[in-house]
């Protein structure tokens, strides 16, 4: 086992580039259609939870202020959307790299066998993390953290405006970190030059 600094890198027989499965992120906005329909789920999330009070403002003010709340509603749940589609992709990618190991006999060896599948898979994140994958705006940690909480995305209609606003990014962290913690020690990293794979954006 390599040691740099206070990471520990597992060793691996021979100098040959192990080339792993690509990482496919499905990328780019989505259509004007679905946009619309985020948009008007946004704003009878606003009409119906009553977020506005009824009698504080003139009707104009009120139909302003309704207008930018279901905006940002939008913007916090097409945010969410990116970044559980990221984790969605990341996950996959990790179960696809655990059956390329098991595939290979000089990687099989690597991966801990009495570890649930996925579960504390952290090396592979940290991998991503030294090839320096461009995740854009995407915080990779909390990213996996809401395809752990979430199997499917959850539709706007089933998010609270509190869900939106406040705690979607402190349920992420929390998965995160709990599926993290399931690594047993000691925790080793994977050395990146000793592998190669493709990000595709679809």
Same mark, same amino acid.
């Given at each position: 086992?390599?040691?740099?600094?206070?990471?520990?890198?597992?060793?691996?027989?021979?100098?040959?580039?192990? @080339?792993?499965?690509?990482?496919?992120?499905? %990328? =780019?906005?989505?259509?004007?259609?679905?946009?619309?329909?985020?948009?008007?789920?946004?704003?009878?999330?606003?009409?119906? *939870?009553?977020?506005?009070?009824? =009698?504080?403002?003139?009707?104009? @003010?009120? *139909?302003? !202020?309704?207008?930018?709340?279901?905006?940002?509603?939008?913007?916090?749940?097409?945010?969410?959307?990116?970044? #559980?589609?990221?984790?969605?992709?990341?996950?996959? #990618?990790?179960?696809?790299?655990?059956?390329?190991?098991?595939?290979?006999?000089?990687?099989?060896?690597?991966?801990?066998? %009495?570890?649930?599948?996925?579960? =504390?898979?952290?090396?592979?994140?940290?991998?991503?993390?030294?090839?320096?994958?461009?995740?854009?705006?995407?915080?990779?940690?909390?990213?996996?953290?809401?395809?752990?909480?979430?199997?499917?995305?959850?539709?706007?209609?089933?998010?609270?405006?509190?869900?939106?606003?406040?705690?979607?990014?402190?349920?992420?962290?929390?998965?995160?970190?709990?599926?993290?913690?399931?690594?047993? *020690?000691?925790?080793?990293?994977?050395?990146?030059?000793?592998?190669?794979?493709?990000?595709? !954006?679809?």
């Amino acid at each position: 086992m390599d040691i740099v600094g206070t990471r520990k890198f597992v060793e691996i027989g021979g100098d040959q580039t192990h @080339e792993l499965p690509p990482l496919l992120i499905a %990328d =780019g906005p989505p259509p004007a259609r679905r946009l619309e329909k985020v948009m008007n789920m946004a704003a009878e999330l606003v009409e119906t *939870d009553a977020l506005i009070p009824f =009698g504080t403002v003139e009707d104009a @003010e009120l *139909d302003r !202020r309704r207008y930018d709340l279901a905006v940002q509603f939008s913007e916090q749940y097409l945010g969410l959307r990116a970044q #559980w589609r990221w984790g969605d992709a990341v996950l996959e #990618w990790i179960r696809q790299c655990e059956t390329t190991f098991e595939m290979s006999a000089a990687l099989r060896g690597l991966l801990r066998p %009495d570890v649930w599948p996925h579960a =504390g898979r952290t090396s592979f994140v940290a991998l991503l993390q030294d090839k320096h994958v461009d995740f854009g705006d995407v915080q990779l940690n909390q990213a996996l953290g809401l395809r752990l909480a979430f199997r499917h995305l959850p539709p706007l209609a089933c998010c609270t405006d509190q869900f939106l606003m406040y705690l979607h990014q402190s349920v992420a962290a929390s998965a995160y970190q709990a599926w993290a913690s399931m690594t047993p *020690d000691p925790v080793s990293a994977l050395p990146p030059e000793r592998f190669a794979f493709q990000v595709v !954006r679809m």
